[in-house]
């Protein structure tokens, strides 16, 4: 088969027939040099610079919206910033959307925007964006971030997108608001202060002592910068962190988000314990691997931010089993909340029979198993019997038992 396609190219070469096209060449490099530029302006506080980079013929919002995201970035404590652009994962996405741009060479890969706040956070934070990339006149811009939001593919946002940022530095946390929450967002420092110091002694496993914390302006704001699919009215704050699997399973820098609609209806002392909850997250994320289930993630937080109870019932009602994921977001209020006081109460079972330090050694060593075999529940009986001696079933029926 190969040499007849090279005697047919030689037979078309001598009769004259014209040969196809040359593919054109990969505009990954080309982008990645907007990319570069865009950096380069963040660094060097340069607007105009940033703005260059922006398809001349994009929509005034679009304009307008990244200005304000420029704006946003260079008021930020910021210990490193870069862009990167991608096809590694999922190749290029621009296909067919020509036409949306005038018919100008179109190019959408994966975009990261990758940073660090000073002295908040000690690993990357990540985010995701999906450019639209176009090239006018030999030139290539960023022209869009909305044409894969169809599709399921929404391009982060971040609290700066929503309007100009304040910053509240306290010791151990950096709060992000809008300044016309600047006297909350000094209370929340203050509360987190002390949810800081009540974590210091209940948790024994090393972590940063340190987090940014983002009060959004609105719930509906919260909604789109978590991409929420669960009903915020039933909850009151979040950790929140993404994992990259270029190299292994990593977790990216933690965030606290707070629903403060919520949040600031509770007394300073409710507050202080979900925010202790928060921050058990925060620092049990680099730990946190892909079999952990999430009675194990939220009833160690919880049992933490309580006071790290052994003696712990579990509460009426339910069917006795240790909840699953979904029972942990989905469903009425009432279920959500039994489903956390389940988690709490396994998790005290555990601190009974095998000792305070053993919760955390679940953790830990539930969390280890990156990539493993067997399933989910053969993974934490595996944890279970290494931390406490006890295999899953009888830890279940032990817990079922325990009222």
């Known amino acids: 088969m190969r040499r007849l396609l090279a005697l047919l190219a030689l037979v078309a070469a001598a009769v004259g027939v014209p040969s196809a096209r040359a593919a054109p060449a990969d505009p990954l490099a080309d982008v990645q040099k907007v990319l570069d530029a865009r950096t380069a302006a963040v660094a060097g506080r340069d607007r105009a610079a940033f703005l260059a980079t922006v398809d ?32 590694e994962d999922t190749g290029d996405l621009g296909v067919g959307l020509a036409g949306r741009y005038g018919g100008v060479r179109v190019f959408l890969p994966e975009t990261r925007q990758i940073y660090r706040l000073a002295g908040y956070d000690d690993r990357d ?47 151990h946390v950096l709060v992000l608001s809008h300044p016309e929450q600047a006297q909350r967002a000094a209370a929340l420092a ?3 202060e002390q949810a800081v110091a009540q974590l210091g002694g209940r948790w024994d496993q090393p972590w940063s002592g340190h987090v940014p914390m983002v009060l959004a302006g ?98 009426a009602g339910g069917d006795a089993v240790l909840p699953r994921d979904y029972e942990m977001s ?39 198993a990156r990539e493993a075999p067997g399933s989910v529940d053969h993974n934490v009986d595996e944890a279970l019997k290494a931390s406490s001696g006890m295999t899953l079933d009888q830890f279940q029926a032990a817990w079922a038992g325990r009222r």
């Open 125 to 171: 934070a990540v985010d995701h964006l999906w450019l639209t990339y176009v090239e006018r006149d030999g030139h290539w811009y960023v022209a869009g971030d909305a044409d894969l939001d169809a599709l399921g593919y929404q391009t982060d946002k971040q609290l700066w997108d929503f309007g100009p940022v304040q910053l509240q530095r306290s010791e």
């Open 330 to 368: 989905t469903g009425a209020q009432a279920s959500i909340v039994r489903a956390y006081k389940e988690s709490r109460s396994a998790i005290s079972l555990l601190a009974a029979r095998a000792g305070v330090g053993a919760p955390s050694a679940f953790l830990v060593r539930l969390g280890a």
């Open 190 to 192: 203050s509360l987190a």
């Open 56 to 87: 001349p013929k994009a929509p005034a919002d679009f304009r307008k919206a990244q200005a304000q995201e420029f704006d946003g970035l260079v008021s930020l404590p910021l210990a490193s910033f870069a862009l990167k652009a991608t096809t």
């Open 218 to 315: 609105s719930v509906g704001e919260l909604e789109r910068l978590l991409e929420s699919t669960v009903d915020l009215d039933k909850f009151v704050a979040f950790a929140a962190y993404g994992v990259e699997r270029d190299d292994g399973w990593v977790t990216t820098a933690p965030r606290i988000y707070v629903q403060d609609a919520r949040l600031s209806a509770y007394p300073p002392a409710n507050q202080v314990e979900t925010l202790v909850h928060e921050l058990t997250h925060v620092a049990a994320a680099s730990l946190s691997g892909p079999l952990m289930p999430a009675w194990v993630q939220e009833g160690v937080a919880d049992w933490v931010a309580t006071g790290r109870s052994t003696s712990e019932r579990r509460p």
